[in-house]
């Protein structure tokens, strides 16, 4: 009789949807707004400047119920903005959910599930912040999303700035592999291959998503042979990278970094011994990106076309209408810009003189009520951001392998009395369900049901969204969201895509 009561016992243990069995051992998360969160499980170990390890297993059930530690980087925490935080929390409140630890041993990733029985698509959140800070954080509040449409969603914290991207390899043999963030996020890759069907999702249905440096960051991935089947979609919002650093630039930036803490360049393994604090302060101004290694990467990523490795990859890419207007809040003359303060910025943006009258002639056109401000705005994300998003666009279209489809967002957020506009990393929480105002709440149910559609089925068409055809050359068909009315328009401001993506870069 005891034998049969611990043998029960044991099975609703196991059935447990707080605890899950990985291939490291248990885990138990807790229950929220019905969904279970597991926090802060180690996918992988690391050595400073080293690829990652798988975890070292562990034994009885690991609580996965705190927030675990993001990459040591600077200052600050987006969720205590007292521009954007609000925003990106979703409401006035949860703070409490902001404070996350800093730690080099962040090789953490969160889960959330409506169950950990069935077999859901995935959706993988790649963090921005560049290459240099952020977190996988966000996932933390967007409870919401996995509950509606019915998808494990999972997190990654990943090794960043020198502790992820500072390539040595010219330096000292023992440091050959270089992209080390990069590796880090094959390897959560790896782990929700062989771990997420315990969490209720499909390891053959997984999609990776990310905005800024998380859009780059899966540009790269899409380049890497290491990450072949790991994801089956992508979904890039504001960071298409079509080029990453050569090997003679990251070798370059790396005896910059050397010698600001006093070492020679064949001092290199001494970094190790470094504190973190001091490393991170040397590699502040340092431009470290993904570089061709030789190793982990061997050639260009989409320059001058795309990569092979993900040529049956289905992209969604995208960005905002107002990419800069966030990073332009205390430029006052920029707010208050007259018709020939806005000619002088073209002209000062290298537009070239036999260009500046017919693309502000197109821009008139196009947005015929925008002020000289907005007109900069837009500039300024068409010539970047937009003009990436095409061209990565066209060199996928160019392999015929996997279909594209393409998105602006125009919705103007109110916040700081409408001066941020549809800024950039504005779609970003509206995706995952979290809307601090009102008026987006239809805005954010239609791009939350097109990203989860994309992820269940390749194609972001959802009910209540309008018709939402597949990019091609002929027609450009691109999905503009926006409140109260969002809609697919052929070639959206054709003129002056033309005139920009004809221009020198």
Not at 65 to 92: D, H, K, M
């Amino acid at each position: 009789m005891l034998r049969r009561h611990l043998l029960i016992s044991t099975a609703l243990h196991a059935a447990s949807p707080d605890t899950v069995e990985t291939t490291a051992g248990r885990v138990r998360g807790h229950s929220a707004n019905g969904v279970t969160v597991f926090r802060g499980i180690p996918y992988a170990t690391s050595a400073r400047f080293q690829p990652p390890a798988k975890p070292a297993p562990w034994t009885g059930i690991r609580d996965c119920t705190q927030t675990g530690p993001r990459c040591v980087q600077g200052p600050g925490n987006i969720f205590l903005s007292p521009t954007i935080g609000e925003y990106f929390r979703g409401s006035a409140d949860r703070a409490e959910l902001a404070p996350q630890p800093d730690s080099e041993a962040c090789l953490v990733l969160n889960v959330l599930t409506p169950s950990p029985r069935g077999k859901r698509p995935v959706m993988v959140y790649i963090h921005g912040g560049g290459f240099v800070a952020g977190s996988a954080h966000l996932t933390l509040f967007a409870d919401r999303f996995p509950l509606e449409q019915d998808v494990v969603l999972v997190g990654i914290n990943h090794r960043i700035n020198a502790f992820g991207y500072l390539f040595l390899g010219d330096l000292d043999p023992q440091f050959s592999a270089g992209n080390i963030g990069q590796l880090d996020l094959i390897a959560a890759l790896q782990w929700v291959r062989a771990n997420i069907a315990n969490f209720g999702g499909d390891p053959s249905n997984v999609t990776i998503f990310g905005e800024s440096g998380g859009a780059a960051k899966i540009s790269t991935l899409l380049a890497m042979p290491a990450a072949i089947g790991l994801f089956h979609k992508a979904i890039l919002e504001s960071g298409s990278l079509l080029k990453v650093a050569t090997r003679e630039d990251a070798s370059v930036a790396a005896r910059a970094l050397l010698s600001k803490l006093g070492l020679a360049p064949h001092q290199a393994a001494k970094l190790r011994e470094v504190p973190a604090r001091d490393l991170l302060k040397a590699a502040n101004l340092s431009q470290l990106t993904p570089v061709i290694d030789g190793r982990t990467i061997t050639q260009q990523t989409w320059e001058p076309q795309a990569p092979a490795a993900s040529a049956r990859v289905p992209l969604l890419i995208g960005c905002c209408k107002d990419e800069t207007s966030l990073g332009a809040l205390k430029d006052d003359a920029l707010h208050s810009l007259t018709a020939a303060a806005l000619r002088d910025r073209l002209l000062q943006a290298n537009v070239a003189p036999d260009q500046v009258d017919p693309l502000l002639a197109a821009y008139r056109r196009e947005n015929p009520n925008d002020s000289p401000t907005h007109c900069w705005f837009r500039f300024a994300t068409d010539r970047d951001a937009r003009r990436k998003a095409i061209r990565q666009a066209e060199r996928k279209l160019a392999q015929a392998q996997a279909d594209v489809f393409m998105y602006h967002f125009a919705w103007n957020t109110p916040m700081l009395d409408g001066r941020l506009r549809a800024f950039h990393t504005a779609e970003l929480p509206l995706a995952l369900r979290l809307v601090r105002y009102p008026a987006a709440e239809s805005l954010s149910r239609h791009l939350a049901g097109a990203w989860a559609a994309f992820a269940r089925r390749g194609t972001p068409n959802a009910p209540g969204l309008p018709p939402w055809p597949k990019y091609t050359l002929e027609t450009r068909t691109t999905m503009i969201f926006d409140a109260p009315v969002s809609a697919a328009q052929n070639d959206p401001a054709s003129g002056s895509r033309r005139i920009l993506h004809a221009a020198r870069d």
